[in-house]
C-alpha cells in the first residue's frame, strides 16, 4: 500500500498542475477541454495558495512524489453549489497525473484527502463531490471511497451530486 499525504499547493507548483491539466484525463474532465496557461492558472490559483479566495488546495504526495491534485471547500462560501449553503458541509475536486491514473489510486487517494484534510475540521460533516455522470472513472472511485448519491433535489444534468459522511471514529 502505498503512503499517501498532502502538503499545500506552491506557485512553484503552477507549472507541474498545469502540466497535468494539458492530458488526458484532466483536460477533458477538469479542464474543460482546454488547457490553461500559465497567466491562466496564476489568476485562478494564486489567490487560493494565498487564502484570499477560501479554496484550500493540495498536492497528493504518492510515497513522496507528486501524485495528484486535489481541493476542498466550505459549501457556505459558494452558495451556488448544487447541495446549497449548508455550514457542516465540503466541497471537493481531484486528478490524478497521468502517469497516476488507471492503477486504482483514487479511491484511497479520496479516503485519504478525507481523512487528512477535509474532516480534520470538525465542524466538517459531509463532503460533497459533483462529477459530470458521463466520468465514470471519478463516479466509480468517489462510490469506491464511499460516497454515495446525494439525497437531494436532482442539481443540473451535466451534475452527478455524491456525498459521503463523517465516519463517526474520525
Ligand atoms: C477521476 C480519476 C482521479 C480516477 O482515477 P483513475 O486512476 O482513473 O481511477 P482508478 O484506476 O482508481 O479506477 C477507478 C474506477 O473507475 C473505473 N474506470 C477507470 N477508468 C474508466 C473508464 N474510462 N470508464 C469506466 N470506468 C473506468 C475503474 O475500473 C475503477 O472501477 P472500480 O473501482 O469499480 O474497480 C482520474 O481519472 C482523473 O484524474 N480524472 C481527471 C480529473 C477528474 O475527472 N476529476 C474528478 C472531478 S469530480
Known amino acids: 500500500m502505498p503512503r499517501l499525504a498532502f502538503r499545500p499547493l506552491a506557485p512553484s507548483d503552477l507549472p507541474l498542475l498545469g502540466g497535468w ?3 488526458e484525463p484532466a483536460l477533458r ?3 474543460g477541454g482546454r488547457a490553461p496557461t500559465g497567466a491562466e492558472l496564476e489568476t485562478k ?5 494565498l487564502g484570499e479566495v477560501p479554496v484550500s488546495c493540495w498536492i497528493l504526495l504518492r510515497d513522496g512524489h507528486a501524485a495528484g491534485f486535489c481541493q476542498t471547500y466550505r459549501l457556505r462560501d459558494f452558495p451556488d453549489h448544487p447541495a446549497g449553503a449548508r455550514p457542516d458541509a465540503a466541497g471537493l475536486d481531484y486528478l490524478l497525473s497521468p502517469a497516476e491514473t488507471g492503477h486504482g489510486l483514487a479511491a484511497p487517494a479520496l479516503l485519504a484527502f478525507l481523512r487528512q484534510v477535509v474532516f480534520r475540521a470538525p465542524d ?3 463532503c460533497y463531490a459533483d462529477p459530470h455522470p458521463d466520468n465514470l472513472a471519478a463516479v466509480r472511485s468517489l462510490l469506491r471511497a464511499g460516497f454515495s448519491p446525494a439525497p437531494l433535489p436532482p442539481p443540473a444534468a451535466d451534475v452527478l451530486l455524491l456525498a459521503r459522511r463523517r465516519p463517526l471514529q474520525s
Open 124 to 126: 466538517i460533516l459531509i
Open 45 to 49: 490559483y494564486l489567490p487560493r495558495i
Open 21 to 23: 491539466l494539458a492530458e
Open 29 to 31: 474532465w477538469y479542464a
